[in-house]
């Protein structure tokens, strides 16, 4: 079974930093995109930043491009999020996913296993 942990949210004031990881297991986690994403109550879940299964191809959307940036290490099976120059329109809470096919390139689409979520909050 496939879980996906996420860690490392929490307050922060406006224009701090803070990352977050997302640890996997059950499937070999080399092998997948990972993405995440993030929601605000009301509001569907938005595309936050994407990296293929060899780290070598990152997508972001225009929101955070610049502030963010998505790593992995497999080998500890773990993709982080770090964000930089945080705004008050970032809070929310955030998820990592993973893609439902081996080797693809990530992107906004196409992911089958989520994590639990962890809250970010950004005071302005």
């Known amino acids: 079974q496939v879980q996906l942990v996420e860690s490392g949210g929490g307050l922060v004031q406006a224009g701090g930093s803070l990352r977050l990881s997302c640890v996997a297991s059950?499937?070999?986690?080399?092998?997948?995109?990972m993405a995440w994403f993030r929601q605000t109550p009301g509001k569907e879940r938005e595309f936050v930043a994407s990296?293929?299964?060899?780290?070598?191809?990152?997508r972001y959307a225009d929101s955070v491009k610049g502030r963010f940036t998505i790593s992995r290490d497999n080998a500890k099976n773990t993709v982080s999020l770090q964000m930089n120059s945080l705004k008050s329109e970032d809070t929310a809470v955030y998820y990592c996913?993973?893609?439902?096919?081996?080797?693809?390139?990530?992107?906004?689409?196409?992911?089958?296993?989520w994590g639990q979520g962890t809250q970010v909050t950004v005071s302005s």
């Open positions: 990296i293929n299964w060899t780290g070598g191809s990152t």
């Open positions: 996913a993973t893609d439902r096919n081996p080797r693809g390139l990530g992107g906004l689409y196409g992911y089958d296993y």
């Open positions: 059950g499937r070999t986690f080399s092998n997948y995109a």
